[in-house]
């Protein structure tokens, strides 16, 4: 086995083991009465959270928003949406969080603001090479008039990333960049007042408690000097691109992060933060984990994998890698608001020729099994578990939510099915709010309000929605909720488990096997069933063990003998 951490996991950093659990928070809880999740629906479910086991929760943006893209277009960053509470809540949340033990992240949104943000409405009412308009990313156009963009890259939504602005004497002007929708405009991080504003914003929640960040579009603020042509047959700018984009992953963006790095040092205890940044390989994703850079940074190449053996067994390989050179303990993750969940997902990717299900919604859904996508969904969350380092779970993951493809066609928010010309049912599917009772009455207990429909919470959920609520999976052995509080309390009483080392142990090729201390092993099998290892011990599995078998599809955590 490779080297050891040197210190034990009392005393090193939380974040180097932590299992962080990702709230959606406009479907998590519904404690008003609105339809839509808040921050003292989450108050109200502090108790679940710890008795799941997980040590750090992850608030997705609550700030106020026009809610174009669900709080990721933020107009205030020192501030919460109203339909969402108040900044008092916010901090009894932080408070509370604390009480129980566990860590809190907010997410930060420095890419981009929302449209009506001031400073970008600032920019729209001031002049061309104004200090206003210096704060985002406004260009001239080409052409005779400057009637073309300035450059040719597509949004990740879809459609040309530059928007057209009539100035203030009513003519068509300036351009400016959009990496997302057309209300989601760039910011300008060569500019010192932008970088200024976000060290404030950072220190703003550091105050009131927060442990640490969750950074959207990590890889995306800092664009290539003089803004060159995409130069590939397509210039969409998609978040997991195949080739560099120059608009992802450029240099400049570590100087921000050791600088955020000086500031979350300067607070006690371990604060941190975790990128969302779709690089790879992980050589790439290395570079914002330096020790005076970033913590974590969400494992995609893990996400993005199908459920086969050799792949993941080389991807794995080739993260602790990549990430150990500097370091960095890796943080593996299956499921997030914007990826089709991994019941689905894990099936789906069998389809011939249809492989990436994960940002786009492809798949011949007629071929899905829900049995089996549950199967491997079950079985992965045991791998991730056990896998080195630390890991997010996103909310419903532990009640294995499906996708949900029923959502008519009318009530879908994303904004990627509009800008997709209605060709992408966007990201909908993964966010209908948590089924927490069985029967409908207020949205199967989402809700605070009895009388609320499923159809009439903010997303509608599926008829069936109440079989996967936590009402239903409490009393059930073998449910996956209770898989999913069973793993993490093992993994809590197993020192070896979380940062740390691991073992391959000789396997078919239909298997993967690996120790994670001398008298801790985890299979996974993804062929006809196995026999357990002799004198094994199960101390967990993901499906029923038969006649000492260990099925297709499962994965069993053993103690096996150290001899
Ligand atoms: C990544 C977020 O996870 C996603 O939901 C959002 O749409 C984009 N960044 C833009 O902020």
């Not at 629906?41 to 008795?51: M, Q």
């Not at 308009?133 to 156009?141: K, P, S």
């Amino acid at each position: 086995m490779s080297a050891l951490p040197l210190l034990s996991r009392k005393e090193r950093p939380w974040w180097r083991d932590a299992v962080t659990y990702q709230i959606y928070i406009r479907s998590f809880a519904d404690a008003n009465g609105d339809g839509k999740g808040d921050v003292n629906g989450i108050r109200s479910r502090l108790p679940y959270l710890k008795e799941l086991g997980v040590d750090a929760l992850w608030i997705t943006p609550w700030y106020p928003s026009p809610q174009i893209d669900h709080g990721y277009d933020v107009a205030d960053y020192l501030n919460i949406e109203p339909d969402y509470g108040n900044l008092a809540q916010a901090e009894a949340l932080i408070k509370e969080v604390h009480e129980f033990g566990m860590k809190i992240l907010v997410d930060i949104v420095p890419n981009h603001s929302s449209d009506k943000h001031a400073w970008f409405q600032e920019a729209l009412q001031s002049a061309p090479g104004s200090i206003a308009r210096e704060r985002y990313m406004f260009r001239d156009g080409k052409g005779k008039d400057g009637e073309l963009p300035p450059n040719n890259w597509q949004a990740v939504f879809g459609g040309p990333a530059w928007e057209r602005i009539r100035e203030a004497d009513g003519k068509l002007g300036q351009w400016y960049l959009h990496l997302f929708a057309v209300e989601q405009p760039d910011f300008n991080w060569e500019n010192a007042e932008v970088r200024e504003h976000f060290e404030e914003v950072l220190r703003f929640w550091l105050d009131r408690g927060v442990d640490g960040f969750r950074i959207d579009v990590a890889h995306g603020m800092i664009k290539a000097p003089g803004l060159p042509d995409v130069v590939a047959p397509d210039p969409k700018a998609e978040m997991l691109a195949p080739e560099n984009r120059p608009f992802w992953d450029q240099d400049g963006v570590h100087d921000i992060y050791r600088q955020w790095r000086r500031i979350l040092d300067s607070y006690q205890g371990d604060r941190m933060a975790v990128a969302e940044a779709w690089v790879s390989p992980a050589s790439r994703i290395a570079r914002y984990l330096r020790p005076d850079e970033l913590a974590n940074s969400f494992n995609f190449d893990f996400l993005s994998s199908p459920w086969e053996p050799i792949t993941l067994k080389k991807m794995i390989d080739r993260s602790i890698a990549a990430l150990s050179e500097v370091g960095a303990p890796s943080s593996w993750v299956l499921n997030n608001h914007d990826v089709v969940r991994s019941v689905d997902r894990f099936d789906l990717a069998l389809i011939p020729g249809k492989a990436n299900t994960t940002l786009e919604r492809h798949g011949d859904v007629t071929k899905f099994d829900i049995v089996r996508g549950t199967q491997r969904a079950r079985a992965g969350a045991l791998l991730m578990l056990a896998l080195p380092g630390g890991a997010y779970v996103y909310q419903g993951e532990e009640l294995a939510l499906p996708e949900a493809r029923d959502i008519p066609e009318d009530r879908l928010t994303d904004p990627r099915w509009a800008l997709s010309q209605q060709t992408d049912r966007g990201r909908d599917g993964c966010r209908v709010p948590l089924p927490w009772r069985s029967s409908p009455a207020g949205a199967f207990g989402f809700s605070s309000e009895n009388n609320l429909t499923p159809s009439q919470s903010w997303l509608p959920q599926s008829d069936g929605w109440g079989t996967f609520s936590v009402e239903s999976q409490d009393s059930d052995p073998d449910s996956t909720l209770n898989l999913y509080r069973r793993a993490l309390a093992i993994r809590r009483g197993e020192e070896a488990l979380g940062d740390g080392s691991i073992e391959w142990l000789d396997a078919s090729n239909s298997v993967l096997a690996f120790k994670r201390s001398e008298d801790f092993a985890c299979y996974v099998n993804f062929g006809a069933p196995i026999a357990l290892p002799k004198s094994a011990q199960v101390l967990l599995a993901s499906s029923p063990i038969n006649g000492g078998m260990i099925p297709t599809d499962a994965t069993v955590w053993m103690r096996i003998s150290s001899k």
